[in-house]
């Protein structure tokens, strides 16, 4: 009877374990889907993922590079820099000459680089052809009213001569390479009496004017409107 107990007890016990076992087995090894999106205990921080490198956008015209430096783009000349680096070759080459060993060395790495530097300035692409900056235009002679002193013997020589013809052979002779003002030009006409011969004056020196918004002046030489018409329509001309 004692025994009967016994057993009854035993399976008792082991079918309240086998009720209470999964739960809690399911209790102690929660889910491993749950546990990956379980957040993070209160006052750590979120893992953040790691940042891909941002590389600018390229065409497809050659194979994408990611630069690996910056700096400044600038203009030199491709000649200019070729003669500076042949100089310092020859100046390497002189030293390498009368160098130790120790120092040979150095000369032919120091050579090595500038040929680097040599060949990378000859296969740079061509950004701009600088032209040279065209010479300034020569100045325009200075243009100038003929000197009081050479005035004064031109119209001195004028005065000796006695007849209109020859006083207008020395007008014509001394306008070359002269240039007169308006108040020139009317003592000239001063001294030919009639309206006709300051007409013929006009004529020869219009083109010699320099002066010319002074011109309205030398219509107060003519009496008449109709020489002082004849006036206008000679200095008027091109």
Same mark, same amino acid.
């Given at each position: 009877?004692?025994?009967?107990? *016994?057993?009854?007890?035993?399976?008792?016990?082991?079918?309240?374990?086998?009720?209470?076992?999964?739960?809690?087995?399911?209790?102690?090894?929660?889910? /491993?889907t749950?546990?990956?999106?379980?957040?993070?205990?209160?006052?750590?921080?979120?893992?953040?993922q790691?940042?891909?490198?941002?590389?600018?956008?390229?065409?497809?015209?050659?194979?994408?590079?990611?630069?690996?430096?910056?700096?400044?783009?600038? =203009?030199?000349?491709?000649?200019?820099?070729?003669?500076?680096?042949?100089?310092?070759?020859?100046?390497?080459?002189?030293?390498?000459?009368?160098?130790?060993?120790?120092?040979?060395?150095?000369?032919?790495?120091?050579?090595?680089?500038?040929?680097?530097?040599?060949?990378?300035?000859?296969?740079?692409?061509?950004?701009?052809?600088?032209?040279?900056?065209?010479?300034?235009?020569?100045?325009?002679?200075?243009?100038?009213?003929?000197?009081?002193?050479?005035?004064?013997?031109?119209?001195?020589?004028?005065?000796?001569?006695?007849?209109?013809?020859?006083?207008?052979? =020395?007008?014509?002779?001394?306008?070359?390479?002269?240039?007169?003002? =308006?108040?020139?030009?009317?003592?000239?006409?001063?001294?030919?009496?009639?309206?006709?011969?300051? *007409?013929?004056?006009?004529?020869?020196?219009?083109?010699?004017?320099?002066?010319?918004?002074?011109?309205?002046?030398?219509?107060?030489?003519?009496?008449?409107?109709?020489?002082?018409?004849? /006036?206008?329509?000679?200095?008027?001309?091109?």
């Amino acid at each position: 009877m004692k025994s009967l107990a *016994i057993a009854v007890a035993l399976l008792t016990a082991a079918t309240s374990f086998a009720q209470t076992s999964p739960q809690v087995e399911k209790q102690q090894a929660p889910d /491993a889907t749950m546990e990956k999106f379980r957040p993070p205990p209160p006052g750590r921080p979120q893992p953040s993922q790691p940042s891909q490198p941002q590389y600018p956008p390229h065409n497809n015209s050659g194979p994408f590079v990611p630069p690996n430096s910056t700096g400044t783009l600038v =203009v030199v000349s491709r000649e200019d820099l070729a003669q500076r680096l042949e100089r310092l070759e020859r100046l390497l080459e002189d030293i390498e000459d009368r160098a130790d060993r120790d120092s040979r060395n150095k000369v032919r790495k120091a050579q090595e680089t500038l040929e680097n530097v040599r060949r990378q300035v000859a296969d740079a692409p061509l950004l701009a052809t600088v032209m040279p900056r065209p010479p300034p235009p020569p100045p325009e002679p200075m243009v100038r009213p003929m000197a009081d002193g050479a005035f004064q013997r031109w119209y001195d020589a004028i005065a000796r001569e006695n007849f209109t013809d020859d006083k207008l052979r =020395v007008l014509n002779t001394g306008l070359q390479n002269n240039y007169l003002l =308006v108040s020139q030009v009317m003592r000239l006409m001063d001294r030919f009496s009639f309206n006709d011969d300051k *007409i013929n004056v006009l004529r020869a020196v219009r083109s010699r004017i320099l002066d010319t918004e002074n011109n309205y002046q030398l219509y107060n030489a003519f009496t008449f409107s109709s020489d002082k018409k004849r /006036a206008q329509e000679i200095l008027s001309q091109r």
